[in-house]
């Protein structure tokens, strides 16, 4: 997703402003100071001039447009001024206000195209300023152009040369970029990083893979030890800095408000066991963990009594309730007796969100996942297909929203809920009837020549949100439809966990969006838990790794709320703080092969 940059002052600064001259200026601070000069009397002293000299005038103004902040203006003059015939130096300066234009028109493509221009490869011979500024504004680039590694590290390489009042904001945009950057990318980056750029990456590998507050502190102070000359270990970037804090104000007593009897009581043991394995993971390396209290939610009138009760026993956090009903009950309150980490989201509004966080595993997640990955595979056309359900239709919604902010077209949403009229509703969707009559006038024709039907070209990809067995029937109908290959990117809902595969049959290629606890089974719990919990290999893992990621993160939310860019590495997914306390998932991506799902790799053919 596109970042906010920040453009400090030395990385738009230009000088120099100029207009003609009696004598024949080479070089760019052979021409006088004139800041009053206009673009326009810039431009007509160059055109009194030739060659060279006529070059080095209309890059001047291009500069003047560029310091008034008419990009636009810029680019324009620079399409008049040949780059490649002019001395190195300009051609420096001609890459960087080409690159500055585009940056700021919105061309990021284009900003990264001429900042990596031949002539930068001379920057170091240039002033010490010249080569800061252009510098800054390639980190600038890279960061609009979702290069966060390749910013981070260029603005490592010049923080020591800095003013010192300068060095502290830039070691924070260090560590904004990385925080930006997926960890695949930062575990490959850290895999051939050395030196001071390896420190700041291992250290944004602790805030994102230590979810658990204390593991993470102790593997702070481990960090500290290894690198203690780093720049970054005088002065900690802000959200480390407040791990200290978040230890120290720790709830030592907790509360699990969960339906211990009635319908959901096998969901509550699988959310109790797995938030209670995480606990029993840091006690194992002796540190000392809160105080757990179990309150069955199914024994009071409502939730606010649970709380109550729970706070005059000492409890000084509460995870749950799970029921949807509790959960809306106390988001509609004032305020709460204690902080609240629902299990469950609530419709409406929150009334008391700073002490009201709210955690699940709503589709909407794996919807808004669906539409980035898609948009990540390069597609940019594409169609729905879900059901009448409730759950169906907010993953729907959901990805609608998603793929329209990200500039996607939405060709068509269908609902596939009526096996009798599914292969209708795909033929019309796929426009194959048309191509067929098509393919139909070619035979009649030609004669022997036999045409093959095609679907429509403009659709890259289906979002599916459906149960297995509607999803058994939606792929094989593509193919008959002459679309096998049309990627298909869909919930968890569409498919089951078998480690058999047969359950999965006519399913191969689906791309599916799933937890990292069952999509990659490399969570340091994953083998003692499904060892104790088999169970927790099967569909209700995923709420095992719920209960897992609700005791890692619930003394991390004051730190996921005052620094929004904060993502955790967690058992459900990568997980961030949205608006009104709700946590929000990032989903991992597999793809059915022989009935059993396989990471997926990112689609590298667009």
Request: hydrophobic share 40%.
């Amino acid at each position: 997703m596109p970042r906010t940059l920040r453009l400090s002052a030395l990385s738009i600064a230009l000088s120099w402003l100029v207009v003609g001259c009696s004598s024949q200026p080479t070089q760019l601070d052979d021409l006088p100071r004139t800041p009053q000069a206009s673009v326009d009397q810039l431009l007509k002293d160059a055109d009194r001039e030739e060659g060279a000299e006529a070059d080095l005038m209309r890059l001047y103004a291009a500069q003047a447009a560029m310091q008034a902040g008419d990009a636009e203006r810029t680019q324009q003059v620079l399409q008049r001024v040949p780059q490649s015939k002019l001395p190195t130096e300009q051609q420096i300066r001609f890459s960087e206000l080409q690159a500055q234009s585009a940056l700021a028109m919105g061309d990021n493509a284009g900003a990264l195209r001429a900042i990596q221009h031949p002539s930068i490869r001379q920057l170091d011979s240039r002033p010490l300023e010249e080569q800061l500024r252009v510098q800054q504004l390639r980190a600038n680039i890279y960061d609009a152009n979702e290069k966060p590694i390749d910013a981070a590290r260029e603005r490592m390489f010049i923080n020591s040369l800095l003013p010192v009042s300068a060095q502290n904001n830039n070691q924070q945009a260090i560590w904004d970029s990385l925080a930006q950057a997926s960890t695949p990318a930062l575990q490959q980056a850290a895999n051939a990083a050395t030196g001071e750029f390896a420190g700041w990456v291992q250290l944004a590998l602790i805030n994102r893979q230590n979810s658990n507050l204390d593991l993470q502190i102790q593997a702070l102070q481990a960090w500290r030890e290894t690198y203690p000359n780093h720049p970054a270990n005088s002065k900690l970037p802000e959200a480390m800095e407040q791990l200290q804090e978040l230890q120290a104000s720790r709830p030592t007593h907790i509360g699990l408000l969960l339906p211990f009897s009635g319908p959901l009581a096998n969901v509550a043991q699988a959310l109790r066991d797995g938030f209670l394995a995480a606990q029993y993971q840091a006690q194992s390396q002796g540190i000392e963990q809160p105080q757990v209290t179990l309150y069955d939610s199914t024994q009071y009138v409502d939730a606010l009594q649970a709380l109550n009760q729970a706070k005059a026993e000492g409890v000084q956090w509460i995870i749950g309730p799970l029921e949807k009903d509790k959960v809306a009950y106390l988001a509609g309150l004032p305020e709460l007796p204690l902080p609240v980490l629902s299990l469950n989201y609530s419709e409406q509004q929150s009334n008391n969100a700073l002490t009201f966080y709210q955690f699940g595993l709503a589709p909407e997640d794996e919807a808004r996942s669906a539409a980035v990955r898609a948009w990540e595979d390069g597609r940019r056309r594409m169609a729905t297909l879900t059901t009448n359900d409730d759950w169906s239709q907010r993953a729907n919604f959901a990805f609608k929203q998603q793929w329209e902010a990200l500039g996607g077209e939405l060709l068509g949403q269908e609902i596939v809920d009526q096996p009798a009229t599914v292969a209708n509703q795909m033929g019309e969707l796929l426009k194959i009837r048309q191509s067929e009559r098509r393919a139909n006038n070619i035979q009649g024709i030609l004669g022997d020549v036999k045409a093959q039907p095609t679907p429509r070209q403009d659709l890259d990809a289906l979002f599916l949100a459906a149960t297995p067995l509607q999803a058994r029937q939606i792929k094989p109908t593509l193919a008959f439809q002459y679309a096998a290959d049309l990627p298909v990117y869909a919930t968890s809902h569409s498919y089951q966990v078998d480690p058999s595969g047969t359950q999965n049959t006519d399913l191969d290629g689906l791309l599916v969006a799933e937890t990292p606890w069952l999509l990659d089974q490399d969570d340091p719990l994953y083998s003692s838990v499904t060892s104790n919990w088999p169970q927790a290999a099967g569909p209700l893992g995923r709420l095992y790794a719920m209960g897992i990621d609700a005791q890692r993160i619930f003394s991390r939310l004051p730190q996921m709320r005052q620094y929004p860019d904060t993502r955790i590495d967690g058992a459900t997914g990568l997980l961030s703080l949205g608006q009104g306390g709700r946590i929000q998932r990032d989903l991992a991506w597999g793809q059915i092969q022989e009935g059993l799902l396989e990471p997926a790799v990112l689609d590298d053919r667009f």
